[in-house]
């Protein structure tokens, strides 16, 4: 039981650099004034899940859940 927690522990050392570069990589979300008058709604705007940035924002969410599921995993003290 001692060497699955060793792995997992370097899982979760990597999940959480991983989600750390992740993050920096993104963009801000502040649109300016130009999300009030509705001109976010471009064509980037609407595709933004096929782009770079809308993969980055889909792969920060699985490696969160995963970051979360990992510390309750190593908290419980099972191993």
């Known amino acids: 039981m001692g060497v699955l927690r060793i792995v ?14 992740l993050v920096l990589m993104q963009e801000g979300k502040s649109a300016g004034l130009g999300a009030i008058s509705g001109a976010a709604e471009t064509y980037w705007g609407k595709n933004k899940g096929r782009s770079m940035e809308g ?15 990992l510390a309750i995993i190593l908290n419980l003290n099972v191993f």
Request: hydrophobic share 70%; aromatic share 10%.
């Open 8 to 21: 997992l522990q370097i899982i979760f050392v990597v999940i959480c650099i991983a989600l750390t570069v």
């Open 55 to 69: 993969k980055l924002v889909k792969i920060t969410k699985y490696l969160a859940i995963g970051f979360m599921a």
